[in-house]
């Protein structure tokens, strides 16, 4: 089982970026990006079931960000627009076999039993 990220970069605020998670190995019932600023603990981002439908997002990039997957070359997304200095962070997605559905467990880093390497993105004020 892999998840190889890509797709960070530098960009100016108020620019895109899409983040691309190539997955191998098995499907999976849910899968979700995270993320960590410097000095900072790993924050939750988004997540979505691996059927898609059922996205969940932190307050701070819902309107802003769209998490998806490619069912025909099974990699997974994270579509930033609207980008801002606070979104800075190195991006990790995971997945998990099962389908979580209680919020409480979605925004949870154990939950996810499987991580891609993460990618830097830098936000320019």
């Known amino acids: 089982v892999q998840l190889q990220a890509s797709g960070g970069g530098l960009v100016q605020a108020g620019g895109s970026l899409r983040l691309s998670c190539a997955a191998s190995?098995?499907?999976?019932?849910?899968y979700a990006w995270f993320r960590q600023a410097p000095g900072k603990e790993r924050e939750f981002v988004a997540t979505n079931t691996w059927r898609g439908g059922s996205a969940y997002y932190t307050d701070s990039v819902k309107g802003r960000f769209i998490i998806f997957r490619d069912n025909v070359k099974n990699t997974l997304h994270l579509q930033m627009n609207s980008l801002k200095p606070e979104d800075t962070a190195v991006y990790y997605c995971a997945a998990t076999g099962r389908a979580y559905t209680l919020t409480d467990y979605l925004i949870l880093s154990s939950t996810y039993d499987y991580w891609g390497q993460g990618t830097q993105v830098t936000v320019s004020s």
């Open positions: 190995g098995r499907t999976f019932g849910r």
